[in-house]
């Protein structure tokens, strides 16, 4: 399998964002089966999916695999679907916030992930870590960058699988005073999201 896997630089005043711990943990554990590229992407509507789809040209992967923060969350939860939708609560990290856009114009409302969800997720939970799907991505950078690379698989008739996977926060961005939010430590989730790539490398379709 020529895996691509992504993670987002922190973004909303966190100094952290696990998905990039997670795309730099992963980097330093190869796997057997597995060519792996990581990129980590600016929290950018303006570059972040230009710079993903420029990485899977030049490495040919057949599977992309993005990973995203999600505060609220209590599991690991690969989403199910990207809307064509762009509405922020924040501004991105260069400052630009854009209200009820479409990601592509004209565009299909939707695209659903072509990850095998429920193997994920089962496996996952086989290795002792919370995994749920999610049915909703967002309506920010993660949603947008899952919306835009499936668009690209579908108008050039590519067979590769993609989709995108939120984690929650790490439990070093909530130790703050007020309300506790919900965190997984980054080793577990490193646990559940190698056990999602195996489940990917163990699917794949042979060669030719
Ligand atoms: N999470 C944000 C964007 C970057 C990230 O890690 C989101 O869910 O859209």
């Keep these: 399998?020529?895996?691509?896997?992504?993670?987002?630089?922190?973004?909303?005043?966190?100094?952290?964002?696990?998905?990039?711990?997670?795309?730099?943990?992963?980097?330093?554990?190869?796997?057997?089966?597995?060519?792996?590229?990581?990129?980590?992407?600016?929290?950018?509507?303006?570059?972040?999916?230009?710079?993903?789809?420029?990485?899977?040209?030049?490495?040919?992967?057949?599977?992309?695999?993005?990973?995203?923060?999600?505060?609220?969350?209590?599991?690991?939860?690969?989403?199910?679907?990207?809307?064509?939708?762009?509405?922020?609560?924040?501004?991105?990290?260069?400052?630009?916030?854009?209200?009820?856009?479409?990601?592509?114009?004209?565009?299909?409302?939707?695209h659903f992930s072509t990850l095998p969800i429920a193997s994920i997720t089962d496996a996952i939970r086989s290795r002792g870590v919370p995994s749920v799907r999610s049915l909703t991505a967002g309506t920010y950078l993660c949603n947008e960058l899952m919306y835009r690379v499936l668009h690209e698989i579908a108008i050039t008739g590519r067979r590769t699988r993609a989709g995108f996977i939120h984690v929650p926060r790490l439990p070093e961005q909530c130790t703050g005073s007020g309300h506790p939010a919900p965190s997984m430590s980054l080793a577990s989730m490193a646990v559940g999201i190698r056990a999602a790539i195996e489940t990917l490398r163990d699917t794949a379709r042979e060669p030719g």
């Design 1 to 110: 399998m020529r895996l691509l896997l992504s993670g987002f630089e922190p973004f909303g005043g966190s100094d952290r964002n696990p998905s990039r711990d997670l795309v730099e943990t992963l980097l330093g554990e190869p796997m057997p089966g597995v060519d792996l590229q990581t990129i980590v992407l600016p929290v950018e509507t303006e570059t972040a999916p230009a710079r993903l789809l420029d990485a899977w040209r030049s490495h040919g992967s057949d599977t992309i695999v993005m990973l995203g923060e999600a505060a609220g969350r209590t599991a690991i939860t690969p989403e199910v679907v990207a809307i064509n939708l762009r509405d922020f609560e924040i501004p991105d990290n260069a400052g630009r916030t854009i209200a009820h856009r479409p990601v592509v114009e004209d565009g299909p409302a939707a």
